[in-house]
């Protein structure tokens, strides 16, 4: 006899539970305050959000992308997943990707692809009356996570009380700031928000930085050595990720890890990252690379060259399929991210004692959208 939970949803395989329609919108929401890193400078944070409805249970995912993603997922993906069973994922995601082809895989179609996936994993997890953790397969029961801001924009009292927020009040052991500011322009200044950093954190607080592929390679391994001198132990795009060569020259002589792969669009462009030795530890982020069904596969090639995987930006995204990961170091705390998942989303939790615990007893990820989302809808 079936359990009152679980009465009326579609458990078995017998019983096909088909796609019945997909949902996308648009959300901008501005920052708190101007930001910037070592390369770009911005004001709001948009984010594409998919419903997918199969077997009475909406499931939800998002990427944080351009507007016109929106019109990848209703144009071209969602004819393909109506009508294929929810719980299908990764045939789903094959056809998907196969009717991708001639518009290209990088950039606005991934982002799309990503959250469409992660929309079909929830829904599929809800319908069948599932934690997201249990049906990816745990490897874990927490996921370490690391502060993630110090805009170049931040003048010294903001920089140093987001970074006591992390350290004192969230507990964060390890914590990362932006550098490589005006395309490595203000070295110097670089260097001295670094010194304010570890300052400020201590020195049982891990320190990292992120250079936003700022430096050329000669001056990122000349700043790479100070920051070896302050204790830092990740050096993230010390220089362009599309130069894997330039990566694995720094990381030769530097003690720091290095780190890139937020911009791996595909399987293929991490196993790039791999095959030339330019990391340390492999990032990749499941809103662009192909959302939890490629974002496992990345972590796999990573796990085969002996690296670590890092989960790029988007925690409450990441947390149920970074917990699957058995070769996982971290995932990013990301400011802003974390700003928008709390004003858009409804289950969004904060870290305990450094780390997210996925909870393992509500169906699918345990978010929804907010009522108060509306406010932060376009187009």
């Not at 931040?154 to 969230?170: F, G, I, K, N, S």
């Not at 990391?279 to 090639?301: N, S």
């Amino acid at each position: 006899m079936r359990s009152p939970s679980t009465a009326g949803r579609h458990t078995t395989s017998a019983v096909e539970v088909p796609v019945e329609r997909l949902d996308v919108a648009v959300y901008e929401v501005p920052t708190d305050q101007p930001e910037a890193d070592g390369t770009m400078a911005w004001t709001s944070t948009t984010a594409v959000v998919v419903e997918v409805h199969a077997g009475g249970q909406v499931g939800l995912g998002w990427t944080y992308a351009a507007a016109a993603a929106a019109g990848v997922v209703r144009d071209l993906l969602a004819p393909v997943a109506v009508g294929r069973d929810v719980r299908d994922v990764p045939a789903t995601w094959g056809a998907m990707q196969r009717r991708m082809r001639n518009v290209g895989r990088p950039g606005i179609a991934s982002c799309a692809l990503s959250a469409v996936d992660v929309a079909l994993w929830d829904c599929a997890a809800r319908v069948l009356d599932l934690p997201a953790v249990r049906l990816l397969g745990r490897a874990r029961e927490r996921v370490p996570v690391y502060g993630s801001g110090g805009f170049t924009t931040y003048d010294e009292p903001t920089a140093t009380a987001q970074l006591r927020h992390w350290v004192d009040e969230l507990g964060l052991p390890r914590v990362k700031i932006k550098i490589g500011e005006g395309w490595g322009r203000r070295e110097r200044r670089d260097l001295t928000r670094t010194e304010h950093a570890r300052a400020v954190v201590g020195d049982q607080t891990e320190l990292f930085v992120d250079a936003n592929g700022g430096y050329a390679v000669g001056q990122a391994v000349r700043v790479g050595t100070a920051l070896d001198d302050l204790g830092v132990t990740w050096f993230e795009e010390p220089v362009s990720s599309d130069d894997t060569d330039g990566l694995r020259q720094v990381r030769e002589r530097v003690r720091c890890d290095v780190a890139a792969g937020e911009y791996a669009w595909s399987l293929a462009d991490a196993q790039l990252l791999c095959r030339a030795g330019a990391v340390d530890c492999l990032q990749a982020d499941a809103t662009r690379c192909g959302g939890w069904t490629e974002w496992l596969r990345v972590a796999a090639v990573a796990a085969a060259h002996q690296l670590d995987i890092s989960a790029h930006c988007a925690p409450a995204l990441h947390a149920p399929v970074a917990a699957a990961a058995p070769n996982l170091r971290h995932a990013e705390w990301f400011h802003d991210h974390v700003r928008v998942e709390r004003l858009l989303l409804e289950g969004v939790q904060d870290p305990v004692g450094g780390d997210l615990v996925p909870d393992p007893t509500t169906p699918g990820h345990g978010l929804r959208l907010a009522p108060a989302a509306a406010a932060y809808r376009v187009g």
